[in-house]
């Protein structure tokens, strides 16, 4: 997926201090100078016929947004020199959102789950320095909403009138890649429904369109399935650390009316511990000790993927599961199998021995029966590399693949002709630089050190060391947030801003992204954040983010 | 100061995975593995003859601590195992808390604010396996509430029922440093008053008593000192973000209620550009560029310590805070001073030619003109670690020195005769490991990487490489917070419970404190800081929390 860019920056830099507040940057935009407010009647019409209630919904949210975000001008003065332009400027009283005339009408819910790369996020938004109506044109609810996302961030507040100095606007918009993600793991420490809501709430307002969902791991297992229910009935921490299935529809409904496609990962077959407390006899070395000897952390614990009636049990979960997430892709992971753990399973040594399969041809009939069930369920298969680079299993060509371990592996894997998803943990692990976590080892540090900065993650080169073939098989990327040391209490303050920054670096393309600039529009996202509801933290003293430039390095 | 432990350990580390959450350790501590359950009755008896009103206020804490944390046991069935062991457990009708009969009666906030070194923070308490009344004594209200803190950790809370395990228990207390504090940045970002109150009574939860309040720098100066307010009118980041004198005196009397003496920092002579707002010709090289010629960070701008108008309003100042802040100490700053701001400073040069002083001259001059108000306003000064190894300037001998470069400059202070905080970067900077914030700079990396964990902090030597003298001058230490990526969206999470173990390490004292054991009761002041609205962090994913032990490097 080579990004297609239709570049009509023409205005940007040069009006850089009061850059109308956009992230991510669209592809094309040019702005004026001159003032315009909103009328204290503004209304969106919707000029679309039969359109879906989800359309309304993300209108209405919209227009609250504009009048409750109240946010203002991030430079001395937060735009009191402004007074003197808004109390002359024109009124704009409207946007008139429609889709192109042969648009079907769709609800933006059904097209957020649509096949990846038949989604169309593009739309073009005009506001005209007359006051007449502005103008928002889509070839899908999809685009609406994403235009309408611009669109409350083209204004800002002071003293009653919410405004831009900048008509007239004229932007064209679509993402670079497909694939714009975040990656959240619920089971090292679960989080409440009301957490994925905020988080899948920020997330759309930088047109992030796909949640990973790392819901299960070997610690906790909070997420009940039909027919499974035992699973989290013995796995989850506590009975109000489940999310039950109408939780799971709730989420994946809230997260379509957002644009956003939410692909659960159950991971398998390492990262299964907890299996062990419904069903121990399916699982190898359960909580064996020092668990160093058979897992990357603790505890210890993976499936027996030898035993026929694991591979079933596994291939009847992923039945299950794909029944309740609506999404094309399902992840089965893949990643950190510790042979060591089988090599010390009598069982699985047993079943080896008497079928006379290597481990590793286990692990492809694993891999067939749970991918064969994704098949018949419609879904296509995501896992992370080790499955392609570590391991020698039968994986359909449309495998999508995780790049987690190092940046430097996307080239082997698309090597193999495997579409694949940034994940890489030397850029985008947002857990990395905070210690280690392991008790008893005063000296740890985090694995992954250091702490990736949203500058890291922004200036990263999604097609470096690819030809170009290879790179089409780019689908984008994404920001991962593992929970060991997270919770709750700091979800939004270790995730945002930062994740933000691979959410306009797949949007907007690396061709248009400039750490330099990024910085004043960066400090926009976090403060209307705030203003939204959502801890994202200062990326530096107010001082710095009233005076866009003037901290620079060199300045 | 050395450490004068009492050491009577007894029981602690047999009974490992029920032992009370006690933070800090008591430096004497016996406990059995009788149930004890608080009744629905149970009161605190203040047996103290005109007890002070804050000395009440601290026990009806306490007692809606006692029901409201509701913290239930960090064990796996959270305390469900416990079920008959409560519903058979005798009742604790009363806790009776008096003063030795010697002592005089004051209030908590008057100690508070006593000399350091004369602080009796002792106490003993004792709790009978029969059920007969518990008993808390001091020689001080100060040290009442030093016991009741400890009291309330006491307990768990399942079902109903708030009880512990472990009667009968016997504590005799006292912290082996009299110093242990955290500071905290609100000039870089501003923090509500609501905050600076949440974080006083997380401090004194783990019995920290120096609240270290580094008020203004360069970048914003949100304090309004009588006489001198236009500084915060011109300084501060707006009307809203002004700590008034009655804000102040609240924080104080906050503050001092919970046993903690607040120490105010005005920086200087660096670290004032903001000051030029209001007195541009006080202040050398303000916001001239490049700032890094003349500055560590943006804005670049220094006071005029050569002129006499300078040194005079420096002066008169101090004076003027000290009236503000009851507390014996008062930071004058002295970090960081850039030589280049005052090599190109045309009216520092002219004022050095004309009295044919050097710039260390004039620094003398200044600081002891500084010193001399805090002198004359009855206030010991403090000072970063350069006034005493960088520049030759007069200290009387009671000056605190921090040292906050590197631990390894400890020795060098130490041996120059100065008490000494420790409050090195290497340790104790809690901003350390996020990433550079400078703009423009997509490789910086944190200055003082990497992030410094609890148990680097921990586990830190009060005393290394110094002799048993030299010693005698360590007052303790503390935690810091920078707070050019933190505010109050990220207060609680970067500080809590990584804080804690400064406040562990010196009321304990190194001798008593193992990295290991630490951990299970350093989650319990996570969870039970939360249960109490403050959002420390997960150090672990809850499966670890529950099992302690259980994920230690080796286990």
Redo the contacts between chains.
């Keep these: 997926m080579v990004p297609k860019l239709t570049f009509a920056f023409v205005t940007v830099l040069a009006t850089f201090s009061s850059v109308d507040a956009l992230w991510p940057l669209p592809t094309s935009l040019s702005t004026g100078s001159t003032a315009l407010r909103l009328t204290p009647q503004f209304d969106i019409q919707v000029d679309v016929k039969g359109a879906p209630s989800d359309l309304y919904e993300a209108v209405a949210r919209t227009k609250t947004y504009l009048w409750t975000d109240k946010l203002e001008r991030l430079v001395v003065g937060?735009g009191s020199e402004d007074a003197t332009a808004i109390s002359n400027a024109k009124y704009l009283s409207s946007l008139t959102i429609s889709l192109a005339d042969s648009a079907e009408v769709r609800s933006i819910s059904e097209e957020a789950v649509d096949e990846l790369e038949s989604r169309d996020d593009s739309y073009t938004l005009s506001i005209p320095e007359t006051g007449s109506d502005a103008v928002l044109k889509a070839n899908s609810t999809l685009g609406l909403f994403r235009g309408l996302t611009t669109f409350s961030q083209l204004f800002y507040y002071y003293n009653g009138e919410v405004y831009t100095l900048e008509a007239p606007i004229q932007i064209t918009d679509k993402p670079a890649y497909p694939y714009r993600g975040f990656m959240l793991d619920t089971?090292?420490?679960?989080f409440p429904v009301s957490d994925l809501e905020r988080t899948l709430d920020a997330m759309s307002w930088v047109k992030i369109n796909n949640f990973h969902w790392h819901v299960v791991d070997?610690?906790?297992f909070p997420l009940q399935i039909p027919g499974f229910t035992d699973l989290a009935e013995k796995g989850a921490?506590?009975a109000s650390s489940i999310y039950s299935p109408s939780d799971v529809a709730h989420i994946i409904s809230y997260a379509a009316a957002r644009g956003i496609d939410v692909i659960v990962e159950i991971d398998t077959p390492g990262h299964t511990a907890i299996i062990s407390e419904a069903h121990p006899e399916y699982v190898a070395c359960a909580g064996s000790?020092?668990?160093?000897s058979s897992a990357n952390?603790?505890?210890a614990g993976q499936l027996r993927f030898t035993e026929p009636v694991v591979v079933n049990f596994t291939a009847d979960l992923f039945t299950a599961v794909s029944k309740m997430f609506p999404s094309k892709f399902v992840s089965t992971g893949g990643d950190e199998l510790n042979v060591n753990c089988y090599d010390q399973d009598s069982v699985t040594q047993g079943t080896l021995n008497k079928t006379g399969q290597t481990l590793e041809q286990a692990l492809d009939s694993f891999t067939q029966a749970t991918h064969g069930a994704l098949a018949k369920a419609g879904k296509t298969p995501v896992v992370w590399e080790e499955m392609v680079l570590d391991h020698n299993v039968t994986l359909s060509n449309d495998t999508v693949v995780m790049v987690w371990i190092s940046s430097e592996n996307v080239a082997a894997v698309a090597q193999k002709g495997f579409k694949v998803v940034h994940s890489a943990s030397d850029y985008f692990y947002l857990d990395c630089?905070?210690?280690?976590?392991?008790?008893?080892?005063?000296?740890?540090?985090?694995w992954c050190?250091?702490?990736?900065?949203?500058?890291?993650s922004?200036?990263f080169d999604p097609t470096a060391n690819l030809t170009a073939d290879e790179s089409k098989l780019i689908l984008g990327g994404q920001h991962l947030l593992w929970?060991?040391?997270?919770?709750p209490?700091?979800l939004?303050?270790?995730v945002w801003p930062r994740a933000a920054s691979s959410a306009e670096l797949f949007w907007t393309g690396p061709a248009l992204t400039n750490?330099?600039t990024a910085?004043p529009r960066l400090h926009d996202v976090a403060f209307r954040m705030?203003q939204r509801g959502v801890?994202?933290?200062?990326?530096?003293?107010?001082?710095?983010a009233l005076r866009p430039?003037?901290?620079?390095?060199?300045?």
Tied chains: 1, 2.
């Design positions: 937060r089971s090292r420490n679960y070997s610690q906790s921490y506590s000790t020092p668990w160093a952390e603790p505890p630089g905070a210690g280690g976590w392991v008790g008893s080892y005063p000296a740890g540090n985090s050190d250091p702490f990736k900065t949203w500058q890291r922004y200036t929970t060991e040391q997270s919770g209490e700091n939004d303050p270790v750490v330099t910085l705030r801890n994202a933290i200062s990326l530096q003293p107010l001082w710095c430039g003037v901290c620079d390095l060199t300045a």
